[in-house]
T-cell receptor, first 115, second 110 residues
Framework: GAVVSQHPSWVICKSGTSVKIECRSL??????MFWYRQFPKQSLMLMATSNEGSKATYEQGVEKDKFLINHASLTLSTLTVTSAHPEDSSFYIC???????????FGPGTRLTVT | QKEVEQNSGPLSVPEGAIASLNCTYS??????FFWYRQYSGKSPELIMSIYSNGDKEDGRFTAQLNKASQYVSLLIRDSQPSDSATYLCAAPGGQGNLIFGKGTKLSVKP
């Protein structure tokens, strides 16, 4: 299957700071990437859909000014959590959609802890 | 609103048995379905895609699709403790995304 990487795999930051998470498709071009959040023992929650070269589409209830998404190339999307607070602590996972398919390949995830 | 429903479990089976995971979906026009496996603390991994009615086999895994009944299942033969994970069913959401079920937690007891 296709490979998606994420960096960093885990990060600890102080409340009020910003954190950037990178998501890369390594062996395919992902015109669409997705960002999910998952709290412990809960199901995946889609935060936003990111299309290369255009603005991201955010799900209802997700603050677009707080979770900044950039998809500048066919292989790279970034999520920046601005002014992070402890309640933003979660497991953030990106995925890339394979061309001409609905198949999504997930990155390994980034565990964010805000202190 | 398109929906994908799964029994949350936990489903417990003894090692060597067949584990049967079920999923129903609301959108009659969905043409493709996906099973993901998610180990605790890890991200989901695509294990099966199925696009047409009937069975699709891949090693110990068999996906079954019945479009008339809007039902898709995953059978795991000769279950191993390493199969213990949460299994997510997904169907297209219509905007290029996937709608995921909440997942069924499988526990395979040695």
């Amino acid at each position: 299957g296709a490979v998606v990487s994420q960096h960093p795999s885990w990060v600890i930051c102080k409340s009020g700071t910003s954190v950037k998470i990178e998501c890369r498709s390594l062996d395919f071009q992902a015109t669409t990437m997705f960002w999910y959040r998952q709290f412990p023992k809960q199901s995946l929650m889609l935060m936003a859909t990111s299309n290369e070269g255009s603005k991201a589409t955010y799900e209802q209830g997700v603050e677009k000014d707080k979770f900044l998404i950039n998809h500048a190339s066919l292989t790279l999307s970034t999520l920046t959590v601005t002014s992070a607070h402890p309640e933003d602590s979660s497991f953030y996972i990106c995925s890339g959609r394979a061309p001409s398919s609905y198949e999504q390949y997930f990155g390994p995830g980034t565990r964010l802890t805000v202190t | 609103q398109k929906e994908v429903e799964q029994n949350s479990g936990p489903l417990s089976v003894p090692e060597g048995a067949i584990a049967s995971l079920n999923c129903t979906y609301s959108d009659r026009v969905s043409q493709s379905f996906f099973w993901y496996r998610q180990y605790s603390g890890k991200s989901p991994e695509l294990i099966m895609s199925i696009y047409s009615n009937g069975d699709k086999e891949d090693g110990r895994f068999t996906a079954q699709l019945n479009k008339a009944s809007q039902y898709v299942s995953l059978l795991i033969r000769d279950s191993q403790p390493s199969d213990s994970a949460t299994y997510l069913c997904a169907a297209p959401g219509g905007q290029g995304n996937l709608i995921f079920g909440k997942g069924t937690k499988l526990s395979v007891k040695p």
